[in-house]
């Protein structure tokens, strides 16, 4: 990688420098725009103690989940649980720490975090027990909760197409969580399915500028169905 030139050879290289013990901020939503390759290399490099921000924790074979056989995540950051029934019981066993967050609040938390923004007021979850312990102002007769946002010491990102400087763009409902987990990590490492020429992108199609991108890898992805629904024949 030299100057504007944001590729790696590979998957250890993108991710030089990720250790136990830290919080990595991950796009998708289920199985889809999940940064696949990434994740299975988190996994082989065995490293623990790890803080994960992201919608889900996968299944229990793919995605995050594969992280949870060796008990490499500590705590998740997340808005949905049910898909994982390993992480359910490694929650229920208290092997791992949850903190639950409505899917708005906390991809306003990433967004926020990449902008330099320590906090906002949000409605979500006043009265309920998201919103126990935190402090709360009233607005044109509304109450609201105050929300840290959240960065992380990586963020791992998927996307569908880039140029070699770090210009990225997300293909339909994999764009998700994305384009704010992007923004969201000191460094970033996003993973494409294909990688083109500066200039052979067209500007205004580009969602995650390359102010953003630390690391640009090519990878092959399996592009799991979550649950696979058929109609009888």
């Not at 988190?42 to 919608?55: A, D, P, R, Y």
């Not at 949905?80 to 639950?100: P, T």
């Not at 083109?196 to 953003?212: F, K, M, N, R």
Request: proline share 3%.
């Amino acid at each position: 990688m030299a100057g504007f030139d944001k590729v790696v050879s590979g998957y250890a290289e993108a991710l030089e420098g990720l250790d136990s013990d830290m919080t990595i901020i991950a796009g998708g939503f289920g199985l889809c725009g999940i940064p696949e390759g990434c994740i299975n290399k988190i996994k082989e490099m065995k490293v623990s103690g790890l803080t994960f921000v992201s919608n889900n924790c996968g299944v229990d074979d793919f995605g995050l989940g594969l992280l949870l056989k060796d008990k490499q995540i500590k705590k998740m950051v997340s808005s949905y649980v049910g898909e994982n029934a390993l992480f359910e019981k490694q929650v229920l066993s208290g092997d791992i720490e949850v903190e639950l967050t409505p899917q708005g609040t906390l991809a306003e938390k990433m967004r926020a975090g990449g902008a330099g923004i320590p906090a906002f007021y949000t409605a979500t979850g006043y009265g309920t027990p998201v919103g126990e312990g935190k402090e709360v102002r009233e607005f044109s007769g509304r109450k609201y909760i105050l929300e840290e946002s959240i960065t992380g010491d990586f963020a791992i990102v998927k996307g569908w197409k880039a140029d070699r400087y770090g210009n990225v763009i997300y293909r339909h409902t994999a764009q998700n969580f994305n384009p704010m987990a992007a923004t969201a990590g000191k460094v970033t490492v996003v993973e494409v399915e294909e990688i083109v020429e500066p200039g052979e992108l067209e500007p205004a199609q580009i969602h995650t500028p390359s102010i953003y991108v630390d690391r640009l890898v090519l990878g092959s992805f399996e592009k799991r169905i979550e649950q696979r629904t058929v109609a009888a024949g």
